[in-house]
């Protein structure tokens, strides 16, 4: 069973910083396709960004673009997901997901980590 860990998340105040970390067991790491997921208060889970094995495709949801930029260490086994300019908007419990192929669901999912922003 593959397991995945965030961190990073806090409070931030709205056009400031933080940079989310997933660590995983999945081995090797860089057989997965890996994504970032949120869900805000009586939303949906929506789709974020996601990273291929190699890291040489990158996709982004419309309203984090220029904003936000995923990454991945396929040597320490870390996915990253640097988020910019956050709004109140990206609110939201943050998960981290891995995926043993190139299409399809996600597998596995990590427990979230918590990203408020004040205006």
């Known amino acids: 069973q593959v397991q995945l860990v965030e961190s990073g998340g806090g409070l931030v105040q709205a056009g400031g910083s933080l940079r989310l970390s997933c660590t995983t067991s999945?081995?090797?790491?860089?057989?997965?396709?890996m994504a970032w997921f949120r869900q805000a208060p009586g939303r949906e889970r929506e789709f974020v960004a996601q990273i291929s094995w190699n890291a040489l495709t990158t996709s982004y949801e419309d309203s984090v673009k220029g904003r936000f930029t995923i990454s991945r260490d396929n040597v320490e086994n870390f996915l990253f997901l640097e988020m910019n300019s956050l709004k109140p908007e990206d609110t939201a419990v943050y998960y981290c997901?891995?995926?043993?192929?190139?299409?399809?669901?996600?597998?596995?999912w990590g427990q979230g980590t918590q990203v408020t922003v004040s205006s």
């Open positions: 999945a081995r090797p790491f860089s057989n997965y396709f």
């Open positions: 997901a891995a995926r043993d192929s190139g299409y399809g669901p996600y597998d596995y």
